[in-house]
């Protein structure tokens, strides 16, 4: 079974500063990485998935995520962020059955 | 498409009450999912439905029971609520078998007192 850990839990920056969000997985057979991301009061919502091929995986609003196998990590970034990108961001991972796992969360304030 | 719609949105109850919690989906998805999410510990899936007519238990069952009613619609029943089940609830459905993301509702939000 995986567990996700995502190693920040409070993650505050400047509006237009860039953002690094830390993801590490633990699984012993290959497995699907997503990003989801919860504005205030919502669901979650798809940011970026890595399922195969490059890397290097490009999301909404400007995310982008690598997939690192030799680490067992998927960082997500974003070089430039803005007020509305303050949220909670969760890390899941999946392997070859129904279930997602996910990480407890990293809360990102944006500040002016 | 209206996606994944959960009802309601908010309930208080009291201890030793019952409640169901009623989830729909219009994306013609054959998954279909319950989560609990509380501060600092992520979303942890209750049950699962793979397809419709079958259940499964996930991280977090007991105190829950779910009926998958067709394709469309996953319940999560509560027969007797206890304070440790105040949470926000997240329904959500997914298509491919393996590699599709789950949409997720807007959840509801449960207190038991």
């Not at chain 1, 009061?41 to 690598?66: D, H, P, R, W």
């Not at chain 2, 992520?42 to 009926?67: C, H």
Request: with cysteine; proline share 4%.
């Amino acid at each position: 079974a995986q567990s996700v850990t995502q190693l920040d839990s409070q993650v505050p920056v400047f509006e237009e500063a860039p953002v690094e969000l830390r993801c590490n997985y633990s699984s012993s057979v290959s497995v699907y990485l997503f990003w989801y991301v919860q504005y205030p009061n919502q669901g979650l919502q798809l940011l970026l998935k890595y399922l195969s091929g490059s890397t290097l995986v490009k999301g909404i609003n400007g995310f982008e995520a690598e997939f690192n196998k030799s680490q067992t990590s998927f960082h997500l970034r974003k070089p430039s962020v803005h007020i509305s990108d303050t949220a909670e961001y969760f890390c899941a991972v999946r392997e070859n059955d129904y279930k997602l796992s996910f990480g407890a969360g990293t809360t990102v304030t944006v500040r002016a | 498409n209206a996606g994944v719609t959960q009802t309601p949105k908010f309930q208080v109850l009291k201890t030793g009450q019952s409640m169901t919690l009623q989830c729909a989906q219009d994306m013609n998805h054959n998954s279909m999912y319950w989560y609990r999410q509380d501060p600092g510990m992520g979303l942890r899936l209750i049950y699962y439905s793979a397809s419709e007519g079958t259940t499964d238990k996930g991280e977090v069952p007991n105190g829950y029971n779910v009926s998958r009613l067709n394709k469309r619609e996953f319940s999560l029943r509560l027969e007797s609520a206890a304070p440790s089940q105040t949470s926000v609830y997240f329904c959500a459905s997914s298509g491919l078998r393996y590699a599709a993301e789950q949409y997720f509702g807007p959840g509801t939000r449960l207190t038991v007192t």
